[in-house]
């Protein structure tokens, strides 16, 4: 079985200033990750995924998030954050194979961008 | 072009009271699955479902039970209604096939309450 943990249930920080969002798994086979962001009284967005190949990956919106097969880490990154990327953020894993495609989340980490 | 709908998007019911919520995929998209997102937490995978058959189900009891439809819509029910069904309901769809890098999309949720 997978198991994702989030390390941090709640990040503030001030708006331009950067971010790091902390994501570790547990997993006895290799796995797929993902990052997706909810925003207040909205459904899951997906924001970035890594499948296979290069070890970081990036979304359209300056968010970046780097494998890390050794310490079994999918840290989220942002170099310079807004007011509106206030929201919970969540960090999943599937298992490779797994064609049930039955993703594990983690528990979720509240951004709160300060004016 | 629409994403993943739901309906209703609230809903309030009675305890021993059943439900029935709705997914439309996206257009082409022939796999749903089925979350429950309660309060805090992460999204916990209740089922999933390609062309019309049950391909993976989550640690769930059987009062919860779900189905899809030629259309590829899916309705999901839970019977004998607890005060810890309370939760957002994630409907996701993918396109589904053999590729387990499929990717979900989320639609809004419905919430449930349970008084």
């Known amino acids: 079985a997978q198991s994702v943990t989030q390390l941090d249930s709640q990040v503030p920080v001030f708006e331009e200033a950067p971010v790091e969002l902390r994501c570790n798994y547990s997993s006895s086979v290799s796995v797929y990750l993902f990052w997706y962001v909810q925003y207040p009284n909205q459904g899951l967005q997906l924001l970035l995924k890594y499948l296979s190949g290069s070890t970081l990956v990036e979304s359209i919106n300056g968010f970046e998030a780097e494998f890390n097969k050794s310490q079994t880490s999918f840290h989220l990154r942002k170099p310079s954050v807004h007011i509106s990327d206030t929201a919970e953020y969540f960090c999943?894993?599937?298992?490779?194979?797994?064609?049930?495609?039955?993703?594990?989340f983690g528990p979720g980490t509240r951004l709160s961008v300060l004016p | 072009d629409a994403g993943v709908t739901q309906s209703p998007t609230h809903l309030i019911k009675t305890r021993g009271q059943h439900v029935t919520l709705r997914c439309s995929p996206i257009?082409?998209?022939?796999?749903v699955s089925w979350y429950q997102q309660v309060l805090g937490q992460g999204p916990q995978f209740i089922f999933q479902y390609y062309e019309k058959e049950e391909r993976g189900r989550g640690n769930f009891p059987d009062r919860f039970s779900a189905r899809q439809f030629p259309n590829y819509s899916s309705e999901l029910n839970v019977n004998a209604l607890l005060l810890g069904d309370s939760a957002l309901y994630l409907c996701?769809?993918?396109?589904?096939?053999?590729?387990?890098?499929?990717?979900?999309?989320f639609g809004p949720g419905t919430r449930l309450t349970v008084l």
């Open positions: 996701a769809s993918s396109l589904g096939g053999l590729a387990d890098t499929d990717t979900q999309y």
């Open positions: 999943a894993v599937s298992r490779v194979g797994n064609y049930g495609q039955n993703f594990v």
């Open positions: 257009s082409g998209h022939k796999s």
